[in-house]
């Protein structure tokens, strides 16, 4: 090992942090204040909630509208909306996808609570992708936002019949996914670990089950996934490319209900009731079977092999009071593998809990304090080479967010966050050897926001506002110091808790939209994103050893700034849908590795990486119907995506991998009667980057590649045409339960997607060969769903 | 240890087994168009402690589907130096054939540990009458004694496995880097792809006891496998007799192995890096290695008896 120089030195904090907080914290406040002030004005509020009326659920996002004054609300996060308007008596309308639209008189003498309750409308079926309100899509400033609900993700045909978010996100435009069957997935050119994933406001470090072929999200459980492909919330931040946001079901039934299936891949059960008058509860829990039938196997070594996966989802609410409601949030999940020479599990676990508070008609917050962590553990059984190695991260955080209508025109959101990151990259135990541990790592991440959300007129709305973040890396560490060979020159100590590197980075964003007329809006945006940690990780599809590491000393956080515009048009009474939007994304510090990099078991893992430039460009087309009969969407992405990192390809720019010119997502579903239902779904896609040999070399007989540039040539393109059909019978009165017949195939016309292109000598001259494997053929299934 | 690829390829078996069993993966011949590269001179060459015309091989590297085989350097001069603290000798290699591209030394000659050896080819590779010069040089690490090895055979599920053990001083502090060839009954595994590496990350400074570098699958498992796997594997059988060459290399050296093993058959797209160049340390562009180091060797055969 090279002697290297070792000098103990004091880390420099940018900045008072204390200082930061105080300042930010009285900022808010003054805000809070100011606002108070406000709503003393004349004008009286209505306030309440929005229901489902046979499970009692609030409805998140629900539309209730006042036509009159051209007022409207949307439910916030329990299902509450708040409207500001002088005294009167008012025609409400309240529409919520899935959900018959419900109009109502008001009288509104004094500030006053009224409840809506929706039944739903299964009988429509309506949508596949849609906007909460019928022309939301227009008003809204926001852009490059998707949102699915359970029952859209339910038409679309799956994989062995396991219904999936992530893999019905895929199909978005500017999304594509980053290899067949996986579950990673690319926004707008960003890389897969650029992707905020949550599960009820909490992050997933890794979303995927079965080296991606299925989603950690159990679709029963699932409510809505919401994707914002770049313009973030302003209460969230730290990824460059999306944010996922997979809300679970809000357990309010009066009763007891259930939802389930039977599959070939894994069984699902999901109940939901209440406990008493104020309390709630919901239980989910999924677990593949394959490895069951390998038990009835007669050989004994079968009997000892297992492959599985679980899920379980269990959430708890209780109103304390009309104003205050608390969750209580848990989810675990693994996939283990184990045969006779080792097993192999990963997985997340998740525990939050939050306190929703109402401080008036136009003040409500959140509290929440949650943990997660994903871990992985390999090991081998195999006589004299027993090894287990185990690696982490995890983390907890505490954030506090405020909604806040200030007037019918302006509305604030505000609050702040902490986050303790803890990074165990590997502990290696051997039996008879003194344990490997790699340094961990421990990283505080604070910030703060505040956000606008402004309606100038009748036409224009504008939204705006700023995160501001601060990253700080924290002791125990051994930090190195590198030379421009990227070999270590010198290695600073620190102590456990001592702060030794503080980057402070600012995330502006700003959004307007300009409705042309009832049918047409025009909207721009811009936002600027900062991400802190990321996966040192340089497989095309990911596989589950996530490495994920901080910015540190030697390694800059990294930024985008994203720019879109967009055209929005809706037809035949917001029946049709259709939108263009237009986009491009700058990256900086974006990182990849050096060739033939180390990445696992690697102390000097930092030395691997190089940072530099990227940029992502694209245009974006949606053509969707939402009513009658045939529902479905078609849309077209084309795009670039490239990266410019000295260190890389000679410094020359390359094509990133998920870089797809072309493509091409079709979705339809026909109601042909009350008992059939038919979806299709087509994915075309031009082919993925890849690197070729270009020459070769030799060496007492076998042949090595020579390669001379990066991602030059491409794939074959990819497509797939996926079917699926839907039987309900009648319901049979005397049964508690009602069913349903799935049948699905995946890849119908058997198309040879190629997932990797691999090389081989000829036995007869030795003489190189390329071979392609692909994963799937025409996979039927069929699954049976039941609900009560 | 080299457990990161060693799990790969088990884990890499069971998904692909997996997704061949439910979703009916394919595996099958393909063509695809790639571009010629301009051919380049590839050097490689290792010297080690034995008592031998020591040997560097010379070839061309040629577009990577060409139906020909690679072309030999046949007219070179090669020079190896050996240096040590004021005393260096000079050697000139030569083929023994001409054309074969192989040129040895004179006479037999030992490398030493702690000398430092450096290559010299003079080619004109490129045909404009004046010779391109290509070096290399390599220290040859201290010599890391082998005390002996075993095989035990045990059942893993429904396979019977060769497990090589070692019996060895791990040097302290430095990091070290390891490669062991072997033999089995006097036939010779000296093609790259066969070569067992590991470092001493999680053992630095034990004494490494009964410590499996390797399992080879025992023969009568072989139809178990597909062709085209089995044909990539090395077999053996109860009663053979393993001879195993244990090595302490440099850490390009063993870089080395691992980019050739790693990128000779194109990269997996879950456990693989993108494709990449295998390293070098010979100048002026051309491919290849040189390397020196020592070696310590010891014989076992293996039982029949399965070892609890």
Redesign the interface.
Known sequence: MKKEKVTRSKSKTKLDFIKFFVLSLFILLSCVSSSFAQNAVANVTLSGVVKDKTTGEPLIGANVYVAALKRGSKTDLDGKYSIKLPMGTYRVKVSYIGYKSQKQSVKVADNMEFAFNLSSDIELHEVVITSRRKDENLSKVDMGVQKLTNIEIQKIPALMGEVDVIKAIQLLPGVQSTSEGSSGFSVRGGSADQNLILLDNVNMYNASHMFGFFSVFNNDAVKSAELYKGNLPMRFGGRLSSLLDVQLKDDSPEKIKGVGGIGLISSRLTLEGPLGHNTSWLISGRRSYVDLFLKLSSDPDMKSESIYFYDINAKLSHRFSAKDKVYVNLYSGKDLFKSSFGNFSYGNAVASTYWNHIFSEKLFSRLSIDYTKYHYELGSSMQNSQVNWKSDIQDVALHYDIDHALSNKIKLEYGLSSTYNQFNPALVARPGYPDYRMQKSYALEHSVYLGFDHKINDRINLKYGLRATAFQNMGKASVYSYDKNYEVKDTTYYKSGKIYHTYIRFEPRFGIAYQLDDRSSLKANYAHNVQFIQIANNSDSGSPLDLWFPASTNIKPQRADLYSVGYFRNFNKNAIEASAELYYKGMNNVIDFVDNAQLLLNDKLEGEVRAGKGKAYGMELMLKKNTGKLTGFINYTLSRTERTIPGINNGKTYLAPSDKTNSVNLMLSYELSKKWSFSAGWVYATGTPITYPTGRFEINGEYYPIYSGRNTSRKADYHRLDLSATYTPVKNPKRWYQGEWNFSLYNAYWHKNPWMVSFDQNTSNGIPKAQMTYLFGAIPSITYNFKF | ?K??S??SK??IG??IA??AA????????????????T??P?V?GTITDHNVRQEI?L?S???????E??KRISEATVTLDEDSTGISNTYTLAQDSVGSGIYKTQQAMAGKPGWTYKLTVKTDFDQDGTAETYQAESEMPKRVNLDSITI?K?K???YT?F?L?INAQDPP???NYYLCRYSINDTIY????KYIYFDD???DG?YV????IW?FFDKGDKSKFSD?DA?DMVFMSAGDRVHAEVSNITEGYY?FI???Q?????S????????????TNISNGA??YFTAFSTSSANYVAPKDF?K
């Open positions: 240890m457990i990161v060693k799990f088990i884990y069971i998904l997996t997704s439910f979703l009916g993966a394919c595996t099958e011949d393909t063509t695809i168009n790639t571009e010629n590269s051919p380049v590839v490689y091989d070839s590297s040629t577009g990577y589907f060409d139906k085989g690679n035990t045990a893993e599920g429904s496995l497990s053990n502090v430095e990091e000296n093609k790259i792809s990350t999680s053992l034990t006891k009964n410590l499996s399992h085209s044909e870089h691992e980019d050739c790693g990128q000779k058959d194109g997996n797209p879950m456990f693989g890096g993108p494709p990449a160049n295998i390293s491919r290849g070892t």
